[in-house]
């Protein structure tokens, strides 16, 4: 009897997804590349523009054309700026609501945030939603109200928190409902079994959000926290409102001591907002990294 060897069957797959090797012959990244760079440059231009106009005398910055390179940069135009009104007080005003209004954010956000993605109680839904309704409320309908009740805790609870104090600008920012939604919908991603063997340990709810949801949560939490930097520190309008002494005024307030009524220091103002710009540029370098874990993470269920 003769046997006939078969041929040896392959069973590696053949390579489907192997990138085409002209696709990159041209470009040696993503053509969407070539539309990223015109738009960065053009969000970059102001900035830069306000970083020339901080080193330039009062004489180019106000001659037309402009000047794109000073002659002799100025540095000292950041000193005058910040002897030339009190920079440093307003820089601590603003830290200190910025400091505030932070913790109460983390701290009441996610107690709320888990108390609507994890406990059960009436009426939940209906007040999930509401909660979000207000969002679609823009800021200027609101205000009136939210002043006259900033003026009522004034003059019958602590007159810290009223008008004209710093307080008022902490007061109507403890918690918001962007901070509560976010931290609900990363809360959801977390496993419910990690909660579920921890209660059997006989853990509290409140020990399941500080030892288990919190710690798995930082990637939510640090941009949650960067967000309300960011817009603690540059907040404008509700200052504008309700403060009009020096010593209570944050720093936007402030620097409308360089614009007056017919003329405009524009290099002194220009490093007063490079100097205002610096730690909010911290912060986000270093947050960055943790908006793109929050994103990933919410994107997947446990």
Known sequence: MTTTAMPPVSTVA????????????????SPWHLVLIPLTFILIVPLLWMLITS????????????????????????????ASAPFGHFFVNSALVTLVVLVSNL????????????????G??????????????????????VFLIVKWFGDNIWEGLGI??????????????????FLRQFFQTVPVELEEAARVDGTSRLGVLFKIILPLSLPA???????????SWNDFLWPLIVITSQDQMTIPL???????????KWPLLMAANVMSLLPMLLVFIGAQRYFVQSVASTGLKG
């Open 14 to 29: 053949p390579d489907t997804e192997s990138p085409d090797p002209t696709s990159r012959r041209w470009l040696p990244f």
């Open 254 to 264: 402030g620097l409308s001591y360089f614009q007056g009524a017919h003329r405009v």
């Open 221 to 231: 939490l640090s941009t949650l926290a960067a967000l309300t930097v960011l817009t």
């Open 107 to 122: 701290i009441v956000c996610s107690l709320a945030g888990y108390a609507f993605a994890r406990v059960r109680f009436l």
């Open 164 to 181: 004209d104090h710093i307080g008022a600008l902490m007061l109507p920012n403890l918690a918001t409902a962007f901070g509560i939604f």
């Open 55 to 82: 080193l330039e005398t009062e004489g180019e910055a106000n001659r037309f054309p402009p000047v794109l390179i000073p002659d002799s940069p100025r540095f000292e135009n950041y000193a005058d700026a910040w």
């Open 124 to 145: 939940r839904g209906a007040l999930f939603v509401t909660l979000m309704a207000t969002l679609m409320v823009p800021f200027q309908v609101t205000m009136i109200p």
